[in-house]
Structures are given as C-alpha cells and as structure tokens.
C-alpha cells in the first residue's frame, strides 16, 4: 500500500479486538499481529492461520483495546534514527533465530546489529534517508524518531515509526549514533538542543 508516496505492508484496524470472533483478513497469512499503541514489541505475535489470529488478537488486545493486523513482509529489516531534521546510518537487524522480538531487543548476544553492509547499494540507503525524514514529516514528529524498514525485491517498506525510541545500551538509535561518530552524551545533548530550537527558548 502507499500513503503519501510512502509503501507499507497492506493491514487493517481493529477497535475492540478481544470482542472479534470471525476476522477476514483482505492478504494471505502469515500476518502480524500487534496492539495499536505501545512498542518493544510487547504483544506482538506472528500468525499463521485463523485459529493462532484469533488468539493473538485475544492477548494483544490485552495492550490496547485496537489492534493492527498487517500483512506479513519478508524481507531484510533495517532502522534508521532522524535527530534534528538529519538521517543517521541505516543499521540492519539480523536475528539468529525467531524475529526481532521482546528478548531480542533487550537480551544481550541474541541479535547480532551491523552498521550498513556493504551490500546495501548507496541509493538505496539515500532512499531509506529520505523516506525517514518524509515519514517523520508525514506523521507530524519533530525532534527525534526512528523509522523502521523492510527491504526486499519490491523495494522499501516502511513498518513502524518510533515516536520515543529506546535508549539503552542495546538500543539501535545509540547504534545508528555511534555509526555517525556521534558519542551517547553527545547524541542525548543533540536531542535536548534540538527540542530547545523548537520550543524558541533561549537560556542566559
């Protein structure tokens, strides 16, 4: 699906999900299935048929009452952090077994992070730039965020964009910092000094 010139996986919206009993999903499975609000992938679930849809919904709507059903997108998984207007280096997430899930992103050794590969043609890259600043732009964030992207044969597909991201040792903007040559003090002083230029204040 496009919106706004943007490709995402095709999904729907399901407000009361605990409530739905007999979904029809408009793709094939396998599907994705996560709360509405949250993050870190916290009642997130990977379905595969209607009896699995039908739980997942159950246990995401634990989170939020609406939850997202998106068509699932295979495909290499890259983020990419905007800090202030400007696109850090794209990191690419390769898990060894499973997906990106909850213990994933918090255990360390269980999710191996690289700096952008150097299979990862430039215009490519230019083009995940770009499409994370319009994301940021669409969606009306400021400051800072971090767009998430699948990448494969049918090109980018934008999959989350992260309102508040982590910030932990293992979290990927640090990492995508860190590729720039940006320190973690320096990378927390730029997202203070940026949200000081948006609100206009000035300090004697």
């Known amino acids: 699906m496009l919106f706004n010139g943007i490709q995402t996986a095709r999904f729907m919206n399901l407000p009361h999900a605990s409530l739905q009993t007999n979904v029809s999903l408009p793709f094939n499975f396998p599907a994705v299935v996560k709360p509405a609000n949250g993050g870190s992938s916290v009642g997130m679930y990977i379905v595969h048929d209607q009896a699995e849809l039908h739980t997942a919904l159950k246990e995401s709507a634990k989170f939020d009452s609406d939850v997202l059903v998106e068509e699932y997108i295979d495909g290499r998984e ?3 952090g905007v800090v202030d207007g400007e696109a850090m280096p794209a990191i690419e997430i390769i898990v060894t077994d499973g997906w990106y899930d909850f213990e994933h992103k918090f255990v360390s050794g269980n999710t191996t992070k690289f700096q ?3 299979d990862i043609p430039d215009d490519v890259h230019d083009e995940m730039k770009r499409l994370a600043k319009k994301t940021m732009d669409v969606l009306g964030m400021t400051n800072y965020g971090r767009i998430d992207f699948l ?4 090109g980018l597909y934008v999959i989350e964009a992260n309102t508040l991201p982590g910030m932990t040792p293992l979290s ?3 990492q995508e910092a860190e590729a720039a040559g940006i320190a973690y003090d320096d990378l927390c002083d730029m997202i203070v000094q940026s949200q000081v230029k948006l609100l206009g204040l000035t300090f004697e």
């Not at 990448?151 to 049918?154: E, Q, T």
Request: a positive charge.
């Open 151 to 154: 990448w494969n044969k049918n």
């Open 116 to 118: 952008t590969p150097p």
């Open 172 to 174: 990927l903007l640090p």
């Open 78 to 80: 890259f983020s990419m």
